[in-house]
């Protein structure tokens, strides 16, 4: 077929006379390699399934096969499904782990009964002078793997953990001084100890029927004549590393029984003993008993290819060039979603990924090992945790004996506002958050809490699932069940979302077996302890996305591609240190002996990945290598060597291929540049001005006007539209509920003193009176200003204690500075009203102002305004020549600068013009943060304010009130971002970007 192919083509004649046979037979091996690349080549479980239906007709009933996972197995099935054309039993399908398992009936260990049973061990031996299992939780699991290792590995316990005894005895051993420490005593008893550790634990686990994976395999080929094998026919494939029990077990099948084993190379790298990609095969054929049966093509060295490797800069990036790719691979003709496969090096970038495919896929399948400290339901756990941990924190502190537990805001804030809740309950469960905010309750008990929410008409589901956080105690199992059952309570609302029930059920079964080991070993009562246990069996294992693998577009980690092939395939982040991933080294047993004993080292893995990611790329005719060229927490962004000796290597052997290399980048999303806000005055909102500027309860206040110089906009929002600050709870007292608490301090002395018939001398008398009742009403303050709120503890009393000195130092201050003062007046309203010419009408604008004092010091009237914050001098010093036409004078009305002369000289205005009083006045302001010192308001080298200098400023004020009214001109935001620092609404105006 070949040769006609050739000679219908050119005219043999012609042919033989124009080359020579050495040409003609180049020419040959050239159309022969042609005539190859344009065969589709078959998959590997097409290639065993071919032979199955070739070889057993159809009569699988007796047949076993095993299999590196159960996804392999699916495939499988579904390839002989599509071949056979009559009824017919399956065969049997198992992975290499379930098939251990069947043959030798262990129940298979989960890590939680793994480590609670190792302890008890650990326990009987150690009594006293064992470690808290908290400690334990940090060296058990390691100590677990090297169980595991010595036996899928088959080594010889006693020799290696005598080895590594006396090695670490070696170690220690030091001549110049005999005698160890008690540490170091206690070091060496640990390693004196692991060969009794090891023996005992799987003599406990053989009592209980259950097996970790070494121990039930090594069982089974130590004595495998003793255990039924159910089959008389095997046929195993899609292997390549073998641990030693494996190679046994395998050898066993294959000398006992009628067995095939298949192996999957390419040519490329079985041969090239340079190539790590084929060290594994290489051995297991090498081995006599498991020569069986070699698939091995040529795709990577001669097939037609087309590779593209993309550094992009970031995981973010990443993702989205994922869905470009996918777009475009969509939009062909021929295009299979079923032949395409996503490989994911990084497991964390899954959920980035599905948040950034295209609205053209339809259907995907999701199989791999997802991390659980990256899930939603790790972090709610966790937080459910700390939620009982602070709990009992608290309780322990606390003084008081009632037996009821309290629990604390932010806990319940951080459990109601996780995504998984959010999404089961639309938010509604925020209006608890709310109320708690509003009511600034820092502590409360979960009586207290279901109270709230029935009083917000919560439904029946959303107060089944506050119910459930009540607990009778904090013992580390009622903790444990309580979890459980919000987790039951919040699964039954996840139910419809396939990943939020795969992402609960995974953890909720690790609570679950912590219950049952709690019950049965009840070890733990600490719940810190308890959350550690929980981080360290999740670190184990990760939440495994098992969904139906024959669905259409496939997303999976490099594990999963074992014995699969696909016509596309997309690799992400193949990074250097991610794969194959970086070296590390955790086990007790040293280095040196693993070695020796041929236990599996951490660069072991770089031949397996390495056989992995290229077998997967076999078969494959469109490969998408992409990685991150930027910085990240494994380091540089530095391109995997795999892909590198495909740039470098394999262009050298296959022509046929093409192969780029390039940086892409993406076009950065646009971002919205934040156009100036300005809001203009509607008749709506000119009304709203209107109502605000001649209400005689609103009026315009220095602070308002304040506002309005610093930013037109923030005026709108505060003043107009009456918007507030979110209300959060205030644990620790704020800086402005202190200042009010000090103000009506203040306030509540000198009125009553003032208010007292036959008083208001303000004398020696009265300043005493006052240093001995201030510390009463300070507190008084406290309780009314901070409800709810621990003023008894912790930084609280710090605070209130502060405020007590600031009061104080304030009295013996004032008793230098003001003894003997006359006409007090605190807290005194002022008001005025200005006609103000606007849209061709007369407006009566209402200004209003409090000031925090009003008295006479040796014939001078003084204003006096109490500051807790900083006050620097210099703001209240304007003594320029010629002030009124100074730049200082006009910033007065445009800087926020000068927001305190601003305020003084308003309130001087208003009282001035209130009472009738004729000027000079002295405006000052007292600095309590710095001993009470008083400020004066300095203009022309003088401390008191003239008749000229208030009506000058009542004309400019009359300006500024012209231009907030102005119809015309727009609320705009400031064009000084140093204004923005501080605002409540930064978040609105997009400054804080």
């Given at each position: 077929?070949?040769?006609?192919?050739?000679f219908?083509?050119?005219?043999?004649?012609?042919?033989?006379?124009?080359?020579?046979?050495?040409k003609?037979?180049?020419?040959?091996?050239?159309?022969?390699?042609?005539?190859?690349?344009?065969?589709?080549?078959k998959?590997?479980?097409?290639?065993?399934?071919?032979?199955?239906?070739?070889?057993?007709?159809?009569?699988?009933?007796?047949?076993?096969?095993?299999?590196?996972?159960?996804?392999?197995?699916?495939?499988?099935?579904?390839?002989?499904?599509?071949?056979?054309?009559?009824?017919?039993?399956?065969?049997?399908?198992?992975?290499?782990?379930?098939?251990?398992?069947?043959?030798?009936?262990?129940?298979?260990?989960?890590?939680?009964?793994?480590?609670?049973?190792?302890?008890?061990?650990?326990?009987?031996?150690?009594?006293?002078?064992?470690?808290?299992?908290?400690?334990?939780g940090?060296?058990?699991?390691?100590?677990?793997?090297?169980?595991n290792?010595?036996?899928?590995?088959?080594?010889?316990?006693?020799?290696?953990?005598?080895?590594?005894?006396?090695?670490r005895?070696?170690?220690?051993?030091?001549?110049?001084?005999?005698?160890?420490?008690?540490?170091?005593?206690?070091?060496?008893?640990?390693?004196?100890?692991?060969?009794?550790?090891?023996?005992?634990?799987?003599?406990?686990?053989?009592?209980?029927?259950?097996?970790?994976?070494?121990?039930?395999?090594?069982?089974?080929?130590?004595?495998?004549?003793?255990?039924?094998?159910?089959?008389?026919?095997?046929l195993?494939?899609?292997?390549?590393?073998?641990?030693?029990?494996?190679?046994?077990?395998?050898?066993?099948?294959?000398?006992?029984?009628?067995?095939?084993?298949?192996?999957?190379?390419?040519?490329?790298?079985?041969?090239?003993?340079?190539?790590?990609?084929?060290?594994?095969?290489?051995?297991?054929?090498?081995?006599?008993?498991?020569?069986?049966?070699?698939?091995?093509?040529?795709?990577?060295?001669?097939?037609?290819?087309?590779?593209?490797?993309?550094?992009?800069?970031?995981?973010?990036?990443?993702?989205?060039?994922?869905?470009?790719?996918?777009?475009?691979?969509?939009?062909?003709?021929?295009?299979?979603?079923?032949?395409?496969?996503?490989?994911?090096?990084?497991e964390?970038?899954?959920?980035?990924?599905?948040?950034?495919?295209?609205?053209?896929?339809?259907?995907?399948?999701?199989?791999?090992?997802?991390?659980?400290?990256?899930?939603?339901?790790?972090?709610?756990?966790?937080?459910?945790?700390?939620?009982?941990?602070v709990?009992l924190?608290?309780?322990?502190?606390?003084?008081?004996?009632?037996?009821?537990?309290?629990?604390?805001?932010?806990?319940?804030?951080?459990?109601?506002?996780?995504?998984?809740?959010?999404?089961?309950?639309?938010?509604?469960?925020?209006?608890?958050?709310?109320?708690?905010?509003?009511?600034?309750?820092?502590?409360?008990?979960?009586?207290?809490?279901?109270?709230?929410?029935?009083?917000?008409?919560?439904?029946?589901?959303?107060?089944?699932?506050?119910?459930?956080?009540?607990?009778?105690?904090?013992?580390?199992?009622?903790?444990?069940?309580?979890?459980?059952?919000?987790?039951?309570?919040?699964?039954?609302?996840?139910?419809?979302?396939?990943?939020?029930?795969?992402?609960?059920?995974?953890?909720?079964?690790?609570?679950?077996?912590?219950?049952?080991?709690?019950?049965?070993y009840?070890?733990?009562?600490?719940?810190?302890?308890?959350?550690?246990?929980?981080?360290?069996?999740?670190?184990?294992?990760?939440?495994?996305?098992?969904?139906?693998?024959?669905?259409?577009?496939?997303?999976?980690?490099?594990?999963?591609?074992?014995?699969?092939?696909?016509?596309?395939?997309?690799?992400?982040?193949?990074?250097?240190?991610?794969?194959?991933?970086?070296?590390?080294?955790?086990?007790?047993?040293?280095?040196?002996?693993?070695?020796?004993?041929?236990?599996?080292?951490?660069?072991?893995?770089?031949?397996?990945?390495?056989?992995?990611?290229?077998?997967?790329?076999?078969?494959?005719?469109?490969?998408?290598?992409?990685?991150?060229?930027g910085e990240?927490?494994?380091?540089?962004?530095?391109?995997?060597?795999?892909?590198?000796?495909?740039?470098?290597?394999?262009?050298?052997?296959?022509?046929?291929?093409?192969?780029?290399?390039?940086?892409?980048?993406?076009?950065?999303?646009?971002?919205?540049?934040?156009?100036?806000?300005?809001?203009?005055?509607?008749?709506?909102?000119?009304?709203?001005?209107?109502?605000?500027?001649?209400?005689?309860?609103?009026?315009?206040?220095?602070?308002?006007?304040?506002?309005?110089?610093?930013?037109?906009?923030?005026?709108?929002?505060?003043?107009?539209?009456?918007?507030?600050?979110?209300?959060?709870v205030?644990?620790?007292?704020?800086?402005?509920?202190?200042?009010?608490?000090?103000?009506?301090?203040?306030?509540?002395?000198?009125?009553?003193?003032?208010?007292?018939?036959?008083?208001?001398?303000?004398?020696?008398?009265?300043?005493?009176?006052?240093?001995?009742?201030?510390?009463?009403?300070?507190?008084?303050?406290?309780?009314?200003?901070?409800k709810?709120?621990?003023?008894?503890?912790?930084?609280?009393?710090?605070?209130?204690?502060?405020?007590?000195?600031?009061?104080?130092?304030?009295?013996?201050?004032?008793?230098?500075?003001?003894?003997?003062?006359?006409?007090?007046?605190?807290?005194?309203?002022?008001?005025?009203?200005?006609?103000i010419?606007?849209?061709?009408?007369?407006?009566?604008?209402?200004?209003?102002g409090?000031?925090?004092?009003?008295?006479?010091?040796?014939?001078?009237?003084?204003?006096?305004?109490?500051?807790?914050?900083?006050?620097?001098?210099?703001?209240?010093?304007?003594?320029?020549?010629?002030?009124?036409?100074?730049?200082?004078?006009?910033?007065?009305?445009?800087?926020?600068?000068?927001?305190?002369?601003?305020?003084?000289?308003?309130?001087?205005?208003?009282?001035s013009?209130?009472f009738?009083?004729?000027?000079?006045?002295?405006?000052?302001?007292?600095?309590?943060?710095?001993?009470?010192?008083?400020?004066?308001?300095?203009?022309?080298?003088?401390?008191?304010?003239?008749?000229?200098?208030?009506?000058?400023?009542?004309?400019?004020?009359?300006?500024?009130?012209?231009?907030?009214?102005?119809?015309?001109?727009?609320f705009?935001?400031?064009?000084?971002?140093?204004?923005?620092?501080?605002?409540?609404?930064?978040?609105?105006?997009?400054?804080?970007?």
């Open positions: 077929m070949i040769y006609n192919f050739i219908h083509n050119v005219e043999k004649r012609k042919f033989i006379e124009q080359i020579t046979l050495i003609f037979i180049t020419f040959i091996k050239t159309l022969l390699l042609k005539f190859k690349t344009i065969k589709m080549a998959k590997f479980l097409e290639e065993i399934a071919d032979f199955i239906l070739d070889k057993y007709k159809g009569n699988f009933e007796e047949l076993t096969i095993i299999l590196p996972n159960r996804r392999a197995g699916l495939f499988l099935e579904k390839y002989l499904q599509e071949k056979i054309d009559k009824p017919s039993w399956a065969p049997k399908l198992n992975s290499i782990d379930d098939f251990v398992f069947e043959i030798t009936k262990y129940d298979k260990a989960s890590s939680t009964d793994l480590i609670f049973e190792l302890y008890e061990i650990y326990l009987s031996f150690e009594k006293e002078s064992a470690r808290s299992f908290e400690d334990f940090s060296w058990g699991p390691k100590l677990l793997n090297d169980f290792d010595i036996d899928m590995y088959l080594a010889d316990y006693k020799v290696i953990f005598t080895y590594l005894k006396e090695a005895n070696l170690q220690k051993w030091n001549l110049d001084r005999p005698n160890i420490s008690a540490l170091e005593d206690n070091y060496l008893k640990f390693y004196h100890s692991l060969l009794i550790y090891y023996v005992k634990f799987k003599d406990r686990l053989k009592s209980l029927n259950i097996a970790y994976s070494g121990m039930a395999i090594r069982d089974l080929v130590e004595s495998p004549l003793n255990y039924d094998f159910t089959s008389n026919k095997f195993i494939a899609g292997f390549n590393a073998l641990s030693t029990a494996e190679v046994k077990l395998f050898e066993f099948i294959m000398t006992h029984f009628e067995s095939d084993i298949f192996w999957d190379a390419d040519d490329y790298y079985l041969k090239n003993t340079n190539q790590e990609a084929g060290k594994y095969i290489r051995k297991n054929l090498n081995n006599n008993n498991l020569k069986g049966k070699l698939i091995l093509s040529e795709e990577l060295s001669s097939r037609v290819k087309k590779i593209n490797i993309s550094g992009l800069s970031s995981n973010y990036s990443q993702v989205k060039y994922v869905g470009k790719l996918l777009k475009d691979l969509i939009s062909k003709e021929n295009f299979n979603s079923k032949e395409t496969a996503i490989v994911l090096a990084d964390e970038l899954l959920f980035p990924l599905l948040n950034s495919l295209p609205k053209e896929v339809e259907d995907l399948n999701i199989t791999m090992s997802y991390p659980f400290k990256k899930s939603m339901a790790y972090d709610l756990i966790i937080n459910l945790f700390e939620l009982y941990k709990a924190r608290k309780k322990q502190l606390s003084s008081e004996t009632e037996d009821y537990i309290l629990i604390y805001h932010r806990n319940i804030a951080k459990i109601l506002n996780s995504p998984l809740v959010k999404k089961a309950y639309y938010n509604n469960l925020t209006k608890l958050i709310n109320f708690i905010n509003d009511n600034n309750i820092s502590y409360t008990t979960a009586e207290n809490i279901l109270m709230f929410s029935k009083n917000l008409s919560f439904s029946d589901e959303e107060l089944s699932l506050i119910n459930s956080l009540k607990v009778e105690n904090l013992s580390a199992l009622t903790v444990l069940e309580a979890i459980n059952k919000f987790l039951e309570i919040l699964k039954g609302k996840l139910i419809f979302s396939e990943l939020d029930g795969d992402l609960l059920s995974s953890n909720q079964i690790i609570i679950n077996q912590l219950i049952i080991k709690l019950k049965k009840p070890i733990i009562e600490n719940i810190s302890t308890l959350k550690k246990l929980y981080n360290s069996l999740t670190k184990m294992k990760g939440i495994p996305f098992e969904g139906e693998p024959l669905r259409r577009l496939q997303i999976m980690g490099i594990l999963e591609t074992r014995a699969l092939d696909f016509k596309n395939i997309i690799y992400l982040s193949l990074n250097e240190g991610v794969i194959p991933k970086s070296n590390q080294f955790h086990s007790f047993i040293l280095p040196e002996i693993r070695r020796e004993y041929k236990l599996p080292m951490p660069y072991d893995d770089d031949a397996i990945y390495s056989y992995h990611f290229y077998r997967s790329l076999q078969r494959a005719e469109n490969i998408e290598l992409i990685y991150n060229k990240n927490d494994l380091g540089s962004g530095e391109m995997s060597r795999f892909a590198k000796q495909l740039l470098y290597e394999l262009k050298q052997q296959n022509q046929n291929i093409s192969i780029s290399n390039k940086i892409v980048k993406l076009p950065e999303p646009k971002k919205q540049k934040s156009k100036a806000i300005i809001i203009n005055k509607s008749n709506e909102i000119y009304q709203q001005l209107l109502d605000l500027s001649t209400n005689p309860l609103r009026g315009f206040s220095p602070t308002s006007l304040n506002e309005f110089k610093t930013c037109g906009l923030k005026f709108y929002f505060s003043r107009i539209l009456k918007i507030k600050p979110k209300d959060e205030e644990e620790e007292i704020k800086v402005n509920t202190r200042g009010t608490i000090i103000h009506d301090t203040l306030d509540i002395i000198f009125r009553e003193e003032a208010e007292a018939e036959n008083s208001n001398k303000f004398d020696e008398d009265f300043f005493k009176r006052a240093k001995e009742n201030y510390k009463k009403i300070l507190f008084d303050r406290y309780k009314e200003n901070f709810n709120g621990d003023i008894n503890h912790g930084n609280n009393l710090l605070l209130r204690k502060l405020d007590e000195k600031l009061v104080k130092d304030f009295f013996e201050s004032e008793e230098i500075n003001s003894l003997g003062i006359e006409n007090v007046m605190t807290e005194q309203d002022l008001e005025y009203t200005i006609p010419e606007s849209q061709n009408e007369i407006i009566k604008v209402m200004l209003r409090s000031a925090d004092r009003i008295d006479s010091y040796k014939g001078v009237r003084r204003i006096i305004d109490y500051k807790t914050g900083k006050v620097d001098k210099n703001e209240l010093n304007l003594d320029d020549k010629n002030i009124l036409s100074s730049e200082k004078w006009a910033n007065l009305f445009t800087n926020s600068k000068f927001d305190k002369p601003f305020q003084l000289l308003t309130y001087t205005l208003l009282y013009r209130q009738n009083y004729s000027l000079p006045i002295s405006p000052i302001i007292i600095g309590l943060k710095s001993k009470s010192t008083h400020y004066p308001l300095i203009i022309n080298n003088l401390n008191l304010i003239s008749k000229e200098i208030i009506d000058n400023f009542e004309n400019e004020l009359i300006n500024l009130l012209k231009e907030i009214l102005n119809k015309n001109s727009a705009k935001q400031t064009k000084e971002i140093k204004n923005c620092k501080n605002c409540d609404f930064i978040k609105i105006c997009h400054k804080d970007k």
